[in-house]
């Protein structure tokens, strides 16, 4: 298997492909209810720096916060998307407001993973970053955005969201152990994001958007400065609640 840092993806043979159909029928958490106003969450999936500093700059400037989905793993390295954020760095961003969530410790793809492999990586994580000082970790998100049945149920009662990559709202009836999410990437990436935004405040729901990187040459899975600017600002001038993750979900009553 290819390593993160030459950009590995998740499984797209035919087999991946009907696992991640299968997949969400199994063990769902169904949601009990809608949130009362929408809701939107700005997330940072693996932490690049540009989005610990201009990414957050963006959010803090405006009184607001984001959820920064880590691989402690990854800390200070090289990936496909820059090099990533350091302890110093997340330690901020919580003094800051911001959320920081779990991946698995090696950005483990628990599409391809068993489900005692998939916790452990997970508690691995979770330990390095109690030593760096960020607790109240009840986020998660799959690296890739894939998941099998073992590590599905495995993290179930875990994390109060598990996070997947499939485009949607969360909304009564959503599962709670493979929530959707929209992208902030590529060329369309920002006619995407307002497409949803517009779905949501529509139907009363709440809306994850993520990215990567965030800078003015942005990787495949990044997108400008300029560009996020406009999505938070769109957010709150239609009335939206911008909150992180973890209060999203208290929010709902997780």
């Given at each position: 298997?290819?390593?993160?840092?030459?950009?590995?993806?998740?499984?797209?043979?035919?087999?991946?492909?009907?696992?991640?159909?299968?997949?969400?029928?199994?063990?769902?958490?169904p949601?009990?209810r809608?949130p009362?106003?929408?809701?939107?969450?700005?997330?940072?999936?693996?932490?690049?720096?540009?989005?610990?500093?201009?990414?957050?700059?963006?959010?803090?400037?405006?009184?607001?916060?984001?959820?920064?989905?880590?691989?402690?793993?990854?800390?200070?390295?090289?990936?496909?998307m820059?090099?990533?954020a350091?302890?110093?760095?997340?330690r901020?961003?919580?003094?800051a407001?911001?959320?920081?969530?779990?991946?698995?410790?090696?950005?483990?793809?628990?599409?391809?993973?068993?489900?005692?492999?998939a916790?452990?990586?997970?508690?691995?994580?979770?330990q390095a970053?109690?030593?760096?000082?960020?607790?109240?970790?009840?986020?998660?998100?799959?690296?890739?955005?894939?998941?099998?049945?073992?590590?599905?149920?495995?993290?179930a009662r875990?994390f109060?969201?598990?996070r997947?990559?499939?485009?949607?709202?969360?909304?009564?009836?959503?599962?709670?152990?493979?929530?959707?999410?929209?992208?902030?990437?590529?060329?369309?990436?920002?006619?995407v994001?307002?497409?949803?935004l517009?779905?949501?405040?529509?139907?009363?729901?709440?809306?994850?958007?993520?990215?990567?990187?965030?800078?003015?040459?942005?990787?495949?899975?990044?997108?400008?400065p300029?560009?996020?600017?406009?999505?938070?600002?769109?957010?709150?001038a239609?009335?939206?609640?911008?909150?992180?993750?973890r209060?999203?979900?208290?929010?709902l009553?997780l």
């Open positions: 298997m290819a390593t993160y840092a030459e950009a590995y993806s998740a499984d797209r043979s035919l087999k991946g492909k009907l696992r991640r159909r299968l997949v969400r029928l199994v063990h769902r958490r949601l009990a809608g009362e106003r929408p809701m939107v969450s700005f997330t940072f999936d693996d932490a690049p720096l540009t989005a610990a500093v201009a990414g957050a700059a963006l959010l803090e400037t405006r009184g607001l916060a984001g959820t920064y989905y880590v691989s402690a793993g990854l800390a200070g390295t090289e990936a496909p820059g090099v990533c350091e302890p110093v760095d997340y901020r961003l919580a003094k407001g911001h959320e920081i969530a779990c991946h698995t410790y090696s950005h483990l793809d628990c599409g391809q993973a068993t489900g005692p492999g916790l452990a990586d997970v508690e691995r994580n979770a970053m109690a030593e760096w000082g960020v607790e109240d970790r009840v986020s998660f998100a799959y690296p890739y955005g894939d998941v099998a049945g073992g590590p599905k149920q495995a993290l875990r109060s969201t598990l997947a990559l499939h485009h949607g709202l969360i909304e009564k009836g959503c599962d709670l152990n493979q929530t959707p999410a929209v992208g902030i990437e590529g060329p369309d990436g920002e006619i994001a307002r497409r949803w517009d779905e949501a405040k529509a139907r009363t729901a709440w809306l994850i958007l993520y990215t990567h990187d965030v800078r003015p040459d942005p990787s495949p899975w990044g997108c400008t300029e560009v996020l600017a406009r999505l938070i600002d769109q957010a709150v239609d009335g939206f609640e911008v909150v992180t993750v209060e999203g979900a208290r929010r009553g």
